[in-house]
């Protein structure tokens, strides 16, 4: 018989969650205005809200925290970090910064202007975000098999080389001040590049004279799935592969709240002297001195552990096998989710799973809010709600697809917690049928209206 993974961990601290019945989420529900970010923590039973900064540090990063150095200038634990950065990713200049979307603030305002294009596989919504607010482009390159949610592919998050070619060729190379890889691709399901995509993005790149960058926000799980399905990295270490893939690009922004196995943090590295030299004053203007960038010592001190720890094999397999342990079982029932399984969540393919709902009531947002109710599990709906209304029309912008998202936290949930959540699942599909109606808005934002609009059930 195979040996299945098994966590390489033992638990010595546990954290209660609550249980509550049908009955009460129904209650809280209504009373949050079925809006799932209104929902109180002790609420929720199962949290799959996001896998960013939710996870459990372990016994060693906790002991860092401990002897974390405090200092204002020269940190100890700033230069530890520094020094396991560089053994990581290679990079020889290191920017502390308070999360990922600050490491973007940081580098953005020293290379991105007005007019710019920023091209590269799907961009995450903080980094567009960031881009768009200079009223610069992002180029979304990424191959269009990524945008089929039953579509194989074992590299959904690669660059369409022919795309890419045609965003350099067609813009003048000053209004390209980089190309951006996220890895994994979280727009598009936590999908990762392949090496071989990772090259010969960094050879395009280097033939226009143009820099590139990585979001590394998943860069750890990205390396995990190079070595179990490309060619030619079974015997390579994690550290390695994260070492080759980063020495074809120039710099990168990091969430450390993902991959870093930290609660809050994130930073900037890279090797240009001269970017370096821009982006500290911004650091300091914005984040806080370049020693430690809007992170405590002790944040800093946990982290330099956590990235050495999320580079190991056997965190690696029991974080993303556990992902594909629920997939897998959807998959089993017939559920419709995206292949193949990503790193770090489940996405429920909505307009599968309720075809009966009619698309103007939110029918992600009606699946998600039935999950919670069953058994009190919190995802989030990323389709019309998160769409939001065309800026000129004021109409909803229907996406193409309608997802809930079921993100796992790292080293946080048990294989009985998979399985609850797949039980509960199989009980909403089999009575799908009879869901025919949704939700109505009663009230949104102007703008990023998903986390605080209200609605009332039809
Ligand atoms: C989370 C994330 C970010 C932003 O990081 P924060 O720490 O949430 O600010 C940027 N890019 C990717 C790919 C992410 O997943």
Known sequence: MNLPYAEPYKIKMVES????????????????????????????FIDLLTDSGTGAMSDNQWAAMMSGDESYAGSASFLKLKDVVKKITGFSHFLPTHQGRAAEN??????????????????????????????????DCTIDEAFDTAAEHPFKGN?????????LKENPKEKIPFVILTITCNSSGGQPVSMQNVKEVSELCKSYGIPLYFDSARFAENAYFIKKREKGYEDITIKEIAKELFSYGDGMTMSAKKDGLVNMGGFIALNDEEVYKKATVFNIMYEGFITYGGMNGRDMAALAVGLDEATEFDYLESRIEQVSYLG???????????HPIGGHAIFIDANKFVPTIPRNEYRAQALAIELYILGGIR???IGTVLADRDPFTRKNRYPELELVRLAIP????????MDYIVAVLKNIHDTRDQAKTGYRIIDEAPIMRHFTVKFEKI
């Open 106 to 139: 940081v580098l953005f305002s020293a290379i991105v202007n007005e007019g710019d294009f920023i091209p590269g596989n799907s961009h995450f919504d903080t980094t567009k975000g960031h881009i768009e607010f200079r009223k610069a482009t992002a180029v």
């Open 379 to 381: 995802g989030v709906e």
């Open 17 to 44: 969650i609550k249980k509550s019945t049908v009955e009460q989420r129904k209650k809280w529900i209504k009373e949050a205005d079925y809006n799932l970010f209104n929902l109180s923590s002790d609420k929720v």
């Open 410 to 417: 790292r080293r946080t949930y048990s294989q009985n917690h």
């Open 159 to 167: 660059v369409d080389l022919e795309k890419l070619k045609k965003a």
């Open 328 to 338: 897998e079982k959807l998959i089993e029932l017939e559920i419709p989710v995206q």
